[in-house]
């Protein structure tokens, strides 16, 4: 075998590292929140953003925006553009209302 067949063996090898690195750490993550209490927390806050338009954070540094239709004991109803999303609260790190101008527009860019 040539050399550049090792490089490709090596490089398929650290890919592999890092993935597994990864998954184990989103893992981790989702652990977090297996307390019933913090759910629960979780559940209550997320209640009072019902029927607004809302930016949903969630563990992995994605984010979901819509209008909160429901919420339930474990998963939020999130309409936007006509589709409906459930997402579940265990996976869920912040919800804030969509920022808006003085005069009532949206935002079009949001930094966070």
């Not at 490089?11 to 998954?23: A, D, G, P, T, Y």
């Not at 999130?78 to 920022?99: A, Q, S």
């Amino acid at each position: 075998m040539n050399s550049s067949t090792y490089y490709i063996a090596i490089f398929l090898l650290i890919i592999f590292i890092v993935k597994e690195r990864h998954n184990k750490e989103w893992y981790a993550a989702t652990r977090i929140r297996k307390n019933k209490q913090e759910v629960q927390n979780m559940v209550e806050l997320a209640k009072r953003f019902v029927g607004k338009e809302c930016l949903i954070y969630l563990f992995g540094g994605n984010q979901i925006t819509g209008v909160i239709q429901e919420v339930s004991d474990s998963a939020i109803l999130v309409e936007n553009k006509g589709m409906t999303d459930v997402v579940n609260l265990e996976f869920v790190t912040r919800i804030r209302e969509y920022p808006r101008k003085k005069n009532g527009k949206k935002k079009s860019l949001v930094l966070d």
